[in-house]
């Protein structure tokens, strides 16, 4: 992909690319003009999906990489590859996430519902501030969901080690509550500077989610698509965060259908959320823990 000072299109990266609503979205933003950056876990997909995206929008600036996101080693190295290439970046969108009906271990040993759902997003994020900074309006979108709301933010058993609950659902709403606390307190970290950091749910959408949970998921997940949004439904709202000049400025929100709603209660604790910063922080290896991660009220 051809990015340089000669080349003056908004740059846009956007994980878990090559499926669902994440390949709906490179497609869309490439179709606006912009040179678009995927990353895909699995190589064979990812050289089928660039070809295809490339045709699809007719936008030749579009590549993929290859990466491990759950990994944290392999979170910095793509993220070392995308400062390579890309010294402005316009448009963040952490897509890539997954759901674990039974308790996992990323390859740092952490609990993989985390690694992937939180931290995989938080130290992406923090290591393309500099570029994110660089542009004349850097957007930082996170995608979430509505399981945020039955998510509870236990400091003293983050990765579920006494408890792996209901299936997997206790860790999942964990992460993505905290996802949301994290886009929250970005938002705070990076006011009066011109990226903003906003946070979304996009819909019960008839993709390929949970399909890596056995043969018991990949029965019982078709027989909930007559209820579900189809992927192009379900992308709209990353789409619109990503591309629409009337979210311009727009931070620290939570978007349901391209409108801003109330996310849940706990998501607006701002000690919480600092404390959770700064464990996140130590988890990734960007700084040292600073102070034990006492439970906050």
Known sequence: MAMGPTRANKVGLVTGVTAGIGRVTARELARAGMDVIGIGRNPQKATAVEAELRRESQNEHITI?????????????????????????????????????????????????????????????????????????????????????????????????????????????????????????????LAGRRVTANVLHPGFVASEFAKNNGALFRFFMPLLRPFALGVEQGAETSIYLATSPEVAGVTGEYFVRKHAVQSAAASYNESAARQLWEVCAWMTGLEPRVSSPAPVP
């Open 65 to 189: 990489l290859v990466a491990d996101l759950s990994s944290l080693g392999e979170v910095r190295r793509v993220a070392g590859d995308i400062l390579e290439r890309a010294p402005r970046l316009d448009v963040l969108i952490n897509n890539a996430g997954g759901y674990f009906a039974r308790r996992r271990l990323s390859r740092d040993g952490i609990e993989l519902t985390l690694a992937l759902n939180l931290l995989s997003p938080f130290l992406l994020t923090n290591l393309l501030l500099d570029p994110l900074c660089a542009a004349p309006e850097g957007r930082v979108i996170n995608v979430s969901s509505d399981a945020h709301m039955r998510g509870r933010m236990d400091f003293d058993d983050l990765e579920c080690r006494r408890r792996y609950p209901q299936m997997g659902m206790g860790a999942y709403g964990k992460a993505k509550l905290g996802l949301v606390m994290f886009t929250y307190e970005l938002a705070r970290r």
